[in-house]
């Protein structure tokens, strides 16, 4: 099993996705989001991902020779076209544009239509943060949650992030998805052709199941229930809905060549730290003490950053099937 440096993994993947026929600078945006996850402990964000990504620019699902493009139909407001490509070179300029726009009015929003797979939503958020904003990203993603009673899935699992700067400290990342676990759980799990636990999905059926693959042909049991998929409904309505994106319904799979392109959505919203109360930061800094200064408890975001530092050090470790499957794309 190799063990990449950062820099290492990063030339490995732009390498890949350059063979397959994505833009070179597009291919360093992927690379950079996909070797943060994989340094971060989120695996199912990480490398793995080439393989479906490299197929996909193959097969045309993703163009990887699209070109990001951008306007602003109001002041406060950043309309961006992914234009089929990746997402994360349109997340990337919304990250680059943004904190003037709210600097400037106080909050800011960037809408990404035409787009594709967000990965490690908490990666855009946590830049924003460590520019002194306030930042929310709403994802919609395709189909894989059915509504609550329900047995036709019509959510993805759409995930949700926030981060927010403190003083002196790492900001705190939240980054979940609305499904009980990610679906990239489910899809590691059919790769080493292992069960799943019971209570992550449900088959074709609708009945609980512990094979991967029943799960991945059937529906994502959602966080919280009910209350999962009224969340998802949201991010649907501002991730889809309002940006002009395809809703899950609509949009074909992340993980396989087959179809046209998703053309899924992101919403960010990003407000100045300072645009209501002077002292924000610090009251934040408050509230982040009085749960770090608890045996046991700690901030949503330190595993990753914990995670982070030892991969920078270390390297990371890159099974031997995996780059066999990523020299063989």
Wanted: net charge neutral; hydrophobic share 50%.
């Amino acid at each position: 099993m190799p063990n990449l440096s950062i820099e290492a993994a990063e030339a490995v993947a732009v390498e890949t996705l350059v063979r397959c026929g994505t833009a070179p600078g597009a291919a360093m945006s992927v690379a950079r989001a996909l070797v943060g996850a994989e340094a971060d402990g989120l695996k199912t964000h990480g490398l793995m991902r080439l393989i479906a990504y490299g197929e996909q620019v193959k097969a045309g699902k993703v163009v990887g020779t699209a070109t990001v493009s951008a306007e602003r139909p109001r002041p406060g407001l950043l309309a961006i076209d992914a234009a089929y490509g990746f997402a994360y070179p349109a997340l990337d300029h919304a990250v680059a544009v943004l904190p003037a726009i709210a600097r400037e009015q106080g909050i800011a929003a960037a809408a990404i239509r035409r787009s594709h797979h967000c990965g490690a939503a908490g990666r855009s958020v946590e830049v924003l943060a460590d520019q002194g904003l306030v930042a929310i990203l709403f994802a919609n993603a395709p189909a894989s949650m059915a509504p609550w009673g329900g047995t036709r899935p019509v959510f993805g699992t759409n995930p949700i992030a926030f981060a927010c700067p403190l003083p002196g400290h790492a900001p705190i990342v939240v980054d979940l998805s609305l499904s009980k676990v990610a679906r990239g759980n489910i899809i590691a799990a059919k790769q080493r052709g292992e069960p799943i636990p019971e209570g992550w999905a449900l088959d074709a059926a609708g009945n609980p199941t512990t094979d991967a693959a029943a799960a991945l042909d059937g529906t994502m049991v959602p966080l919280g229930d009910a209350k999962g998929t009224a969340l998802a409904l949201m991010v649907e309505l501002l991730a889809a809905g309002l940006t002009g994106a395809r809703f899950a319904g609509e949009a074909s799979s992340f993980l396989d060549a087959v179809g046209d392109p998703p053309g899924t959505g992101q919403l960010i919203l990003a407000i100045d730290v300072s645009a209501f109360a002077g002292n924000a930061t610090e009251r934040f800094g408050l509230l982040a003490r009085s749960i770090e200064e608890q045996d046991g408890a700690r901030l949503p975001g330190a595993r990753r950053f914990a995670l982070r530092a030892r991969a920078a050090s270390k390297g990371i470790a890159v099974p031997d099937a995996l780059m066999a499957q990523i020299e063989g794309l």
